[in-house]
């Protein structure tokens, strides 16, 4: 009978060296690989590879991974850019070298820039890279590789199918772009500079940025050639086609597993965990030490069942890798509430027989083409013994309720509570989270948080937010607590959020400048977005609680009275508070720029205001172009007023009673000459997205009493 290869191995300097005891001289073998993935395949071996003691002598730096695939393949996972290289020795024995490529020169790119055509001039050259590679197995050889290998790496557990699978994808986005430059280029929207390099000898398609010297600096482009508005972006609907289709291919895994390796509930015989492990620890070696792979994958999976990742993953280590251990890897890391990658459960969102259940907790935020059925949700998740019921119910909970499913919440914290046992903490915090717009919520939070147990921190954040949306005062007291909690677990999962929740708590109980301390803080911690959003649900406190005078002293000290600093909504609330103080000059950077469609017309009413208050009644008139409402109205007469000294309307002007068009309105504004001015024209075309086809009547009009 046919006895298994052994691989042996050793270290040495500057390479890695495997070598394998072949049957005979006359056995052929074959290396091929792709980038950091290789295997070597024996063609007629029967009785697959002994790996056991391979990274006993050596450590994971050149050689990450090993793995089998069959009885014939023998993986290797790479962990450096390193070159393999395999040959003979002494007639029996293959000899595999992983060395380092030392002194070697950077790899060529192919050069290529596009910019845009005569039409459109953009200040710099539109460029695109993709990246390289080595020559690819043909299409007979990937086909078998993606059907029988399955290697996983140690560090992340990718199997070797799905890294193949993934560079497929890569090769199809990469001639999707292409072919759509291609069109582009035919149509006369691009044209190709002519430094472009080919090396014929390889299967890259790589796009290198320009030379600098081909680089057009912004200075040096003709003004006419520069855009008016740099703020435009052009798109149509194959842009927004090739976008959906990239996401949907940039999805780890698509296939679905097989039902029974996730089948959580059949991996148990009834007995108490004590008793099962016991069992099987006494049969995890045999005669000489040697370990039992199969006995020790089956304690894996009892620990799974028992909802202990991190014996799971020890037990996972004493076995060789495999597809199944990369999953049941990933089953581990899930339990434990690691926020690390699992590429193979991220793709079984689709997937019914409790693999979608595994999805919903792996993933944070769902998109919108990968979103799990509820229905198969609630019945792979009624399948699962009771324990981890409610050990994942709250999680599952949570997690459909942050991505927009409060309904499905509920259902999934029934279903966990039907044993009839007494709800866990946990159990009882994502049960008055999932009801939070019921009566008595808060109490139910306030109880939590003085309950001292391991969900307080949890649900002092969310009774916070509770606090904040409802436009409840908060206790200084609770606001104390959570600066308490935040220093305690700042180097925890939980510490940034805590910050926030800190933030926010100082401005609920009015204490805005300690606000802006915590944010201070966050900023250093979290980075500047993190900093951002705060400081703006902090400054939309200010603008409702706040009074006048604190309001505008830490708008200026916080640098909030600019441009962009706040969202729309925010800095419509601040602008109207700051202008009804009567600080009209402060308030107008504030509404300056364009608004989101909702908030624009609030947002030209409050310019209108600021205009009229800043003695420019013609400006506001503009502002208030194709706008109807009392307020409207009221803000129109007061501007004409203004204008003339005189509450009636001259002839000029159109009759209130009577509809009035753009073109109609703006003739009635101007410098009192026959043509509108170009401050006037500007701000017309500022407000463009709103009333382009008014402006462009207007402008008729204006031109026809000019003639």
Known sequence: MAQPIVVKSGEHDGFTRLVLTLPSADTEYELRGVDTTWQVIIPGHTNSFDTSSVFQRIPRTRLAALGVSGAEGLDLGLGCDCDVKAFRHAGTHLVIDISERSGEAPRSKELAGFVLGARVD??????????????????????????DVAMADRVSQVGFQEKMERQLRVSEVQKIVLDGLARAGTSGLLRVKPTVATESKSLKNDIAPPHPSTVEPDDEIPVRHRPVFPNVKVENSVDRALREQVARMQVPDTTCIDPDLVDIAKWSDGRSLARQVAALNAELTGEFDHLNDAVALRLSKTYLFFGLGQEALAALNL???????????????????????????????????GADIWFALAVDQWPEYARPAA?????????????????????????????????????????AMRDGSEPTPEMQLSSVVANIDAHHAGDKLQSL?????????????????????????????????????????????????????????RAASGQFRQAFFVVRDIEARDGSVAARQVRDRIAFLMGQHADEFELLSLAVSEGLLHPNVLSDVTANLV??????????????PLVSGPAAAHVMRERRIIRAQVRLALEEPDQ??????????????????????????????????????????GAEEFADIGDGSDQP????LRALVDNSGIFRKDAAKAIEAAKASGG
Not at 324 to 335: D, G, K, P, R, S
Request: charged share 25%.
């Open 575 to 588: 602008a109207k508070r700051i202008l009804g103080a009567g600080f009209a000059k402060a308030a107008w």
């Open 122 to 147: 953009p200040p710099a050259s539109l460029r695109f890279q993709f990246q390289s590679q080595t020559a690819v197995p043909t299409v007979a050889d990937t086909a078998e590789r993606t059907k």
């Open 449 to 505: 948080v003085t309950s001292d147990q391991s969900v307080s921190p949890k649900a002092l954040m969310h009774l916070i937010e509770n606090h904040v949306r409802s436009k409840k005062p908060l206790g200084a007291d609770l606001a104390e607590l959570a600066g308490a909690y935040a220093v305690e677990f700042q180097k925890t999962e939980m510490g940034p959020e805590l910050r926030k929740s800190h933030a926010l708590a």
């Open 319 to 353: 076995v060789p890798a495999s597809r199944e251990t990369a999953i049941l890897t990933e089953l581990a890391t899930v339990l434990e509430g690691r926020n690390e990658a699992t590429p193979i459960l991220t793709g079984q969102a689709r997937c019914g027989d």
């Open 375 to 415: 229905d198969s949700i609630l019945r792979g998740f009624s399948r699962l013994p009771d324990h981890l019921r409610t050990y994942l119910g709250p999680r599952l909970a949570d997690r459909f309720r942050a991505n927009g499913d409060p309904e499905t919440s509920r259902s999934i914290l029934r279903i």
């Open 677 to 680: 001015s170009l401050q006037l």
């Open 620 to 661: 506001a008139l503009v502002d208030l172009l194709g706008l109807s409402g009392e307020d409207a109205d009221i803000l129109r007469r007061m501007a004409r007023k203004k204008l003339t000294g005189s509450d009636n309307a001259p002839r000029t002007w159109p009759d209130e009673n009577r509809p009035q068009n």
